[in-house]
């Protein structure tokens, strides 16, 4: 017998006592006991087991024991199903009470209820309190539908309860209304597709009606639902803009970066031109500056917002940099994004106050601050050219203090400034290498053995520094190993003659007695690239550095447009899109700014507009496959400033190496490496040849020489998939030849390189006739269009969808991978017209059961019209026929790869649905030849 | 939207625990206690995620309010309601301490059910929740409930809920007083950051107007103040009217207003006009930047003798009216963490060494404007190999002065009733203007 067994009987009387006075005739004892109750299962003991004693006293007419049965119901009612639907005639009832406090009370509770069986009997009660005639039933059974929803989202849709849910948004009381826009988001939201929260100008009316009268919740409700909506033209934008301005005075925070977030967003549609762009640019920044005065943990969120805000428009706070000073007594958290801010909006300007203030905080308690006090003035000096000469000074005194972390952050920092002023500081040196035994942490010891490789030359005795971390090579950690063997080659290259022993060394230690891959492949290219070719290696390894850019940690482009779409929310604090925190669908929605439209310039609604391909030929990006190779490259490319300069010339110059295997064994195709240049005439050869005969043909027979038809460009490779790259694309053919017309766009930071191309096999062989060619870097922001010939004869592979192609595109950051589906009419050859006598003989010699009909509706053109249109895409019709009223064509096509398509074509004049009968050996083809036709003649 | 709400004391215990949503389950109370309250380290956010879920946490004294969810969900929202919780809860029973909440967990569990459906608030001001949200808060050992619901006629029912949902949900109707008074108080707070040269690094004001309306009926409000731009835009007909009050209107950074107050009407009009609610409220908040008047000029000079010894003097100069004075000055010399003794020398009030708190406090009772004061200090400080310099925390000041720093004066509050049989003249009106120090602070 254990003691164990003492403490449950004490509970089990605890809870037989508790059952004898629920039981009780006395009203004053029963609720006394039902309050006892609730305290345990507060504190987390189980009570359930008091479940039907507690359901017992439901009924009574004091509200007070009713809410607390209720409370209770809610908590138990789940691992007690059965028992709880004894409390269903009890809800019933109340629902029908003539104090509209119980009915709302009632519907309010049973909707927490997560019990099958009390569903049901839910929705009877439910509808009834939707149209219920006091508007505080209404607004508790608005939010019941959210939660019935939540339970059982089939049943809502069943009983209609979306449609009244809709109603409710014309309802005459504004707190319904905010409720009823709080559930239909929320059930929007998990059904991306559904189309519920249908935002047109009549109903955005309404809303902005019910914003200036509603509770300070419900316009939060409001602003948020406000902000998804997209206004066809920039004058409703505005006109909403307008609208909501007013709430930035509101005294609730959330309710001012609410509509913070709606200006935002539709600004964009403004043109700056416009005076009234300057107004609310003018109008947003006071309310942001009093969001500072609020409560800590608001300004926490208010300053984590005004982050994202200061890197999407600057200029609204641009004058407002006192503000954002440390106060001695701010929680850490907000000290540490107020620095973050500062430095974001460190100007020339400003310039001397911010590094005032920078001084001090370095000399502040708390080491996250000190270090990111000390890391921002060397941001300052790489922001501000002026004011480098001071930062670098401010940073020399520091380093005399000797705080152990204030040098290390400091020594950081001066790497950077080496990197973006060459030639200019390098006086300090001396001071730097004083401190080369206190440093511990790896990015110092890193950033330190850069600069003694870098600088070799000038430090007499940087044999023996580097020789001193040689020690301990493999306690390092990689960071420093890596940039310890690069900085050794470097002084190799530099000093031959003394240091050939430990250029050996280091090798070998890279080489031989390290299991890091990343480390080992280092090694060995340098050791090749000096056994072959010194001079080659001098020209790599010491290559001129490029500039590393003014402005650190930004928030990519696409991410940032994104987040501005979810100021004031959790998104917006963790700067992380919701699906990255969010469990499930909720967060899977991507949310994008409006597109500038202009009123006078189009009609068309935006969804349209933008979207150049049918949804169906959506591209997919293929996943994963390539993260691996992708992380090799990146690995020590590193943060833009502070990754180390030797680094990234020579992973660039292994990439190709690493690339051309890589992507061999990754995706099997055709050598990557070898240059397809030799065989490009030849291939193009004949298409060609054919190409210039048809011209005669087609001129003879059209007259149309503008050869088939091009799909409007679709993204292929979305920027958020790539790193920032992204790529529209279309097919085309032209005389014969067939091209891959590429939009390169650089969404990114950095400057993207060395380009290539390659695809999968694929099941007509398409493969690039010639290698990408991407003359000049693409900067940041810019785009470029390419067009990539392509001939048929790669290797095959037979894909499903049968037109799928998988392609492969590296640039210097990364290898991305997507898939599309061409239109099969780019394989049309110019030959394809078929002798009458042959295509009857072809006819009748396909079987049966090869023959496909297919039926091509709404196309308003007529015989001749479809003719002149189907053999400028390389369909030709080769014989004509009219059958009782109706113009039978008769048409033939071939492939690249030598495959016939037979085609017979039946219009009925007057009717504008065709049908389409297709005979082929390979029937498979079938399917995308009707698409082409549908292709071809609908646009 | 919030998924839960819980209360836990010091120690990590659950005095309050309420979930809203299925996605929320026991173990996130016990995650939170263990990851925040018990964390080794300082909290470094007000907001954490612990797997996929996200915690809102609020202190007021040692009680932690932690909001909790799994979705994307408005978090300047979800602060903005722990906060109004708070002070809900604070309407009904005083203060938020482990004894209140205890003694009152019914009611609060009833406020829950009251201003959270399924994590979305609802209608949270005080004076419409006390209208049906009845249980008197207990602030003491004794017992009483008073519950009345079930006693009000459906007159009156259907009032309640009308003003929970309606437009007007901060008052009720048919409030009768027989003297009809309301008062007003400008109630600034004046910060400062100062360099140890006498350079303001940065000032503001921000301010608060609060409001006590004892007055009968549905009132309509209209408050007036110097404003610069209603000044200006006024002055345009006369410009006599310009030349006097120019000078005395004040520029208004940015300002915000409780709920009652028409935004629309004053984003077109400038005008502030309301209904306000009864009893006391906060009508808006303000903030300036320009002409303030900052009342007191603290001059430091620190200069350390050797190794171990520190010397200091600090003036303190009043910058206002000889007629007004200031109240409760306090200044604060941070002291050395080594420190191991202290002589003062104060020409006025009294002055003392804190050990605990590392610092000389040297308090005056009252000091008429245009005044100067001076204070010396030698402090001795224990020899230490601590290679790290004494960080110097600025020196801080708190004071109350009779006037507001900003310059803001009130010009006018006008009440029209029109349906009472009372006029503007027959509102007995009370304005006060208090300026204290916020955040003042003197680098040394």
Not at chain 1, 359 to 365: L, P, Q
Not at chain 2, 413 to 441: C, T
Request: glycine content about 4%; some cysteine; overall charge neutral.
């Amino acid at each position: 017998m254990t003691d164990s067994k003492y403490f449950t009987t004490t509970k089990k009387g605890e809870i037989f006592e508790l059952k004898a006075e629920l039981n009780s005739d006395k009203k004053e004892k029963k609720k006394e006991a039902v309050k006892k109750v609730i305290a345990s299962m507060t504190v987390g003991k189980d009570v359930s087991a008091l479940f039907p004693d507690v359901v017992n006293c439901m009924q009574t007419d004091n509200l007070e024991l009713k809410k607390l049965v209720y409370l209770y119901l809610m908590n138990y009612a789940k691992s007690q199903p059965d028992m709880a639907i004894m409390a269903v005639n009890t809800f019933v009832k109340d629902c029908e009470d003539p104090n509209p406090l119980i009915r709302a009370l009632a519907v309010r509770t049973m909707g927490c209820i997560r019990v099958d069986k009390i569903t049901e009997y839910l929705c009877e009660p439910l509808r009834k309190c939707l149209k219920d005639e006091d508007p505080y039933v209404r607004k508790t059974a608005a939010v019941c539908v959210a939660k019935l929803h939540d339970i059982n989202a089939q049943l809502v849709e069943d009983q209609g309860f979306l449609d009244t849910l809709k109603d409710l948004i014309s309802d005459s009381n504004p707190m319904v209304v905010a409720n009823a826009v709080a559930a239909l988001s929320e059930i929007a939201e998990s059904h991306p597709s559904s189309n519920l929260l249908d935002l047109n100008p009549q109903s955005i009316n309404k809303l902005l009606t019910a914003l200036n009268e509603c509770t300070e919740w419900g316009q939060i409700f409001i602003l948020d639902c406000l902000a998804n909506y997209t206004p066809k033209d920039d004058r409703e934008a505005q006109s909403i803009c307008e609208r909501v301005t007013p709430r930035l005075s509101h005294a609730n925070s959330a309710v001012v970066l609410s509509a913070v977030k709606v200006l935002m967003k539709f600004m964009e549609m403004l043109s700056k031109d416009l005076d009234y762009y300057g107004t609310l640019l003018k109008k947003l920044a006071p309310p942001l500056v009093t969001l500072l005065s609020a409560e800590p943990e608001l300004q926490y969120v208010a300053l984590r917002n005004i982050n994202l805000i200061v890197q999407k428009r600057p200029e609204i706070l641009k004058h407002e940099m006192k503000v954002f000073f440390v106060k001695y007594n701010d929680p850490i958290y907000v000290k540490l994004e107020k620095l973050d801010i500062m430095i974001r909006l460190a100007s020339q300007a400003n310039i001397a106050q911010v590094l005032a203030e920078l001084k001090e905080y370095a000399t502040e308690v708390d080491v996250d601050f000190v270090r990111k006090a000390v890391r921002a003035i060397g941001r300052c000096a790489i922001k501000v050219e002026q004011s480098a000469e001071r930062c670098v000074s401010t940073l020399l005194d520091l380093i005399q203090t000797k705080v152990n972390y204030v040098v290390q952050e400091a020594i950081v920092v001066i790497k950077d400034i080496f990197r973006k002023y060459p030639n200019k500081y390098e006086s300090v040196i001396a001071t730097l290498c004083e401190n080369l035994d206190s440093l511990d942490e790896p990015e110092a010891r890193a950033a330190m053995i850069w600069i003694v490789g870098e600088y070799a030359e000038r430090i007499d005795n940087a044999d023996e520094l580097l020789e001193s971390f040689l020690e301990g090579f493999h306690d390092e950690s990689t960071q420093v190993q890596l940039q310890l063997l690069t900085a050794i080659v470097k002084l190799f290259l530099k000093k031959p003659t003394e240091t050939q022993e430990l250029v050996q060394q280091v090798l070998s230690l890279a080489t031989q007695d390290s299991d890091n891959p990343d480390l080992r492949d280092r090694g060995y290219i340098y050791w090749r690239l000096l056994s072959t070719d010194p001079v080659a290696a001098k020209e790599v390894v010491l290559a001129e550095k490029p500039l590393i850019s003014e402005e650190t940690d930004l928030i990519e482009p696409t991410l940032l447009d994104e987040l501005i779409c979810y100021i004031g929310t959790l998104a917006s604090v963790y700067h992380k899109p919701p699906g990255a925190f969010v469990e499930g669908g909720r967060g899977a929605v991507h949310k994008s700014l409006p597109p500038r439209t202009a009123s006078s310039e189009s009609t068309e609604s935006p969804e349209t507009a933008p979207a150049g391909a049918p949804s169906g030929e959506q591209p997919d990006v293929i996943p994963a496959q390539g993260d691996l190779l992708g992380d090799l490259l990146n690995l020590d490319l590193g943060p833009p400033v502070s990754g180390p300069p030797l680094a990234t010339s020579s992973v660039q110059m292994g990439a190709v190496d690493l690339l051309g295997g890589g992507l061999d064994s990754l995706i099997g195709g055709p050598n990557f490496v070898t240059p397809p240049a030799a065989t490009v005439p030849a291939n193009l050869g004949a298409p060609m040849g054919s190409g210039l005969s048809d011209l005669f043909d087609l001129t003879s027979g059209v007259g149309t020489l503008s050869g088939s038809y091009v799909a409007p460009k679709a993204i292929w490779l979305p920027a958020m998939k790539a790193k920032g790259l992204e790529i529209l694309g279309t097919f085309t053919r032209q005389v014969g030849s067939i091209s891959m017309d590429l939009q390169l766009t650089n969404k990114a930071l950095q400057v993207m390189t060395d380009f290539a191309i390659q695809f999968n096999r694929n099941s007509f062989g398409l493969a690039p006739a010639a290698p990408l060619q991407v003359h000049a870097p693409l900067s940041p922001n810019q785009t470029v269009e390419i067009s990539l010939p392509l001939n048929t004869v790669g290797s095959v592979m037979k894909m499903e969808p049968l037109n799928n192609l998988q392609v492969a595109v590296k640039n210097n950051i990364d290898v991305f991978y997507f898939s599309t589906l061409y239109p099969l009419h780019i394989l049309f050859v110019e030959d394809g017209k078929m002798d009458r006598q042959i295509f009857l003989a072809t006819w009748k010699d396909i079987p049966n059961e090869n023959e496909a009909q297919f039926q091509i509706r709404d196309c308003p053109l007529n015989a001749e019209a479809v003719s002149s249109r189907l053999q400028s895409s390389n369909i030709f019709t080769v014989a004509k026929r009219n059958v009782e009223g109706q113009d039978m064509l008769y048409q033939s096509l071939k492939l690249t790869n030598g495959i016939w398509v037979l085609a017979e074509l039946r219009i009925q004049p007057g009717n504008p649905n065709f049908m389409l009968s297709l005979k082929c050996r390979a029937p498979e083809v079938s399917q995308h030849v009707c698409q082409a036709y549908e292709t071809i003649l609908k646009n | 939207m919030i998924g839960g709400l819980f209360i836990y004391n010091h120690k990590g215990e659950v005095l309050i625990s309420r979930v809203y949503r299925d996605d929320i389950g026991r173990n996130a109370v016990d995650a939170f206690r263990v990851n925040v309250i018990h964390a080794r380290q300082q909290v470094r956010s007000p907001v954490t995620n612990i797997a996929r879920t996200s915690f809102f946490h609020v202190k007021r004294s040692n009680i932690w309010l932690a909001a909790v969810t799994k979705q994307n969900v408005n978090a300047a929202m979800v602060f903005e309601f722990l906060y109004k919780m708070c002070d809900v809860m604070a309407a009904y029973f005083g203060k938020i301490s482990e004894e209140n909440i205890k003694n009152n967990f019914v009611l609060i569990y009833e406020l829950l059910d009251e201003i959270l459906d399924f994590g979305y608030p609802q209608n949270s001001e005080t004076g419409a929740l006390k209208t049906f949200i009845t249980q008197q808060g207990i602030k003491s050992q004794a017992l009483h409930w008073s519950c009345g619901l079930q006693h009000q006629t459906k007159e009156e029912q259907s009032q309640i809920t009308s003003q929970v949902t309606g437009q007007i949900g901060w008052r009720r109707e048919g409030i009768k007083y027989r003297r009809n008074e309301l008062f007003l108080d400008v109630l600034e707070s004046v910060n400062l950051l100062m360099s140890p040269q006498g350079q303001v690094l940065s000032a503001h004001v921000s301010g608060r107007v609060v409001m006590k309306s004892y007055l009968s009926g549905m009132p309509e409000c209209k408050f007036g103040m110097n404003d610069k731009i209603v000044i200006e835009k006024q002055g345009k007909g006369t410009a006599d009217e310009t030349s006097k009050s120019g000078k005395q209107s004040i520029a208004i950074d940015d300002c915000t207003f409780h709920q009652c107050v028409r935004l629309s009407k004053f984003d077109s009009e400038r005008s502030i006009s309301f209904i306000p609610p009864d009893g006391e409220f906060e009508l808006m908040r303000y903030r300036t930047t320009k002409d303030i008047i900052l009342p007191f000029r603290v001059i430091p000079l620190v200069r350390e003798v050797g190794r171990t010894k520190l010397e200091v003097k600090v003036v303190i100069k009043s910058n206002f009216k000889p007629s007004l004075l200031a109240q409760k000055i306090e200044v604060r010399i941070p002291t050395p963490l080594n420190t191991s003794g202290v002589q003062v020398i104060c020409m006025k009030g009294k002055a003392k060494y804190k050990a605990s708190e590392n610092a000389i406090v040297w308090k005056i009772k009252r000091m008429a404007g245009m005044k100067e004061s001076q204070i010396s200090a030698e402090i001795e400080l224990l020899p230490t190999n601590d290679k790290k310099k004494w960080a110097r925390p600025p020196i801080s000041m708190n004071f109350e002065v009779p006037f507001a720093p900003s310059g803001l004066k009130v010009r006018y509050l006008k009440v029209f009733e029109p349906k009472l049989n009372y006029s503007d003249h027959d509102v007995i009106k009370w304005v006060r203007y208090i300026g204290r120090s916020g955040i003042y602070e003197t680098r040394c």
